[in-house]
């Protein structure tokens, strides 16, 4: 992630879509603040939201796209109780892939970042393949 982007990402302007997550009493560890492993749930939880924006109750994402990568920055320590803000931003879109942002907040100062990158993919044969037209044009109004 470069500079100017990840400063972008900590930003609550740079979204337009968010996702309110709870903070689970399960989701702490021995130190007793957020686990590492919580926030890759968090971020599949606003993955979800942005698929939904785009299928609504119809087919979603995730049955025509993988995760194919994540990189997440820990900017503050997080303890329960409480809730978490998403925000979910399109980074970059190319022909079979494409680049989501994400903010993580408690009470509006930015708790971690991340980027993930999902590839559309054909289940049946097992193939990445071209984002469809329909797909890309919601993609790009985020």
């Given amino acids: 992630m470069d500079q100017k982007q990840d400063l972008q990402l900590t930003k609550t302007e740079s979204y337009r879509l968010w996702t309110q997550v ?25 993955r979800f ?9 119809g087919p979603d994402l995730s049955s025509y796209a ?7 920055d820990y900017r503050r320590e997080v303890n329960f109780p409480g809730d978490l803000d998403v925000g979910s931003c399109l980074v970059a879109i190319g ?21 993930t990158v999902m590839v559309s993919f054909d289940y049946e044969t097992r193939q990445s393949v071209p984002i469809p037209d329909a797909v890309r044009k919601e993609l790009l109004a985020l």
């Fill in 22 to 46: 709870p903070i689970r009493f399960c989701d702490t560890d021995a130190m007793g603040h957020v686990s590492n492993v919580a926030y890759a749930a968090y971020l599949e939880a606003a």
């Fill in 49 to 57: 939201q942005v698929f939904s924006r785009i299928f609504g109750d």
């Fill in 66 to 72: 993988i995760l194919a990568r994540l990189e997440l």
């Fill in 95 to 115: 022909t079979k892939s494409f680049e989501l942002g994400h903010g993580i907040f408690k009470n509006g100062e930015c708790v971690a970042t991340a980027t």
